[in-house]
């Protein structure tokens, strides 16, 4: 590749380190020219697969955008989104894929999104997953409550089997089971 200073046509590898997770390569060149330094950076090419079948480079400013809309309003910054698309990068070359589609892409991002918040969480849930009703709502709050217990269970230390679960199980056989389940 040409020298970012003065465009000569080739460079020389002065060093050369992989990342710790594997996933990339810095090379430090030097231009044989004007002797300045530079640095590359070498990554497998993740490509996405767009509905019309067409494909483009993975693009963390395309999560970001894709996340965005389901933020506003929410306590979320730009450095929060800028982490997310990094996670979600992070996770999608760590299972060694090469080219995935953008629904893929947006199953990657549920699991960050939700830790940011839980609000947005929902928002993008219901627009990715096609959500067409409050039932759809409604489940997606139930498994949030949920881990919100389990959560808390063991945050208290106590054993959430014997706990809350047990509470539960004594309500919902007084009340029978529901007739619109
Ligand atoms: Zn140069």
Do not use: W
């Amino acid at each position: 590749m040409h020298c970012p200073f003065c465009r000569h046509g080739d460079s020389r590898v002065v060093d050369s380190r992989t990342s710790d997770d594997g996933s990339s390569i810095r090379r430090r060149r030097q231009c044989p020219q004007c002797n300045r330094r530079f640095t590359t950076v070498e990554t497998a090419s993740l490509s996405v697969v767009k509905r019309s079948g067409a494909t483009e480079p993975f693009s963390r400013e395309k999560v970001i955008n894709g996340v965005r809309k389901a933020c506003q309003g929410r306590p979320v910054s730009e450095d929060d989104l800028a982490l997310l698309a990094q996670r979600v990068e992070e996770t999608i070359r760590s299972s060694g894929s090469a080219e995935l589609d953008a629904y893929e892409i947006g199953l990657t991002i549920l699991g960050p999104l939700r830790e940011l918040d839980e609000v947005a969480y929902l928002r993008f849930a219901s627009v990715y997953q096609a959500f067409s009703s409050l039932e759809d709502f409604e489940a997606a709050i139930t498994v949030l409550r949920a881990d919100h217990e389990a959560a808390r269970a063991a945050a208290t230390g106590g054993d959430p089997d014997a706990g809350t679960s047990g509470a539960d199980e004594a309500s919902s056989g007084a009340t029978g089971p529901s007739p619109t389940a």
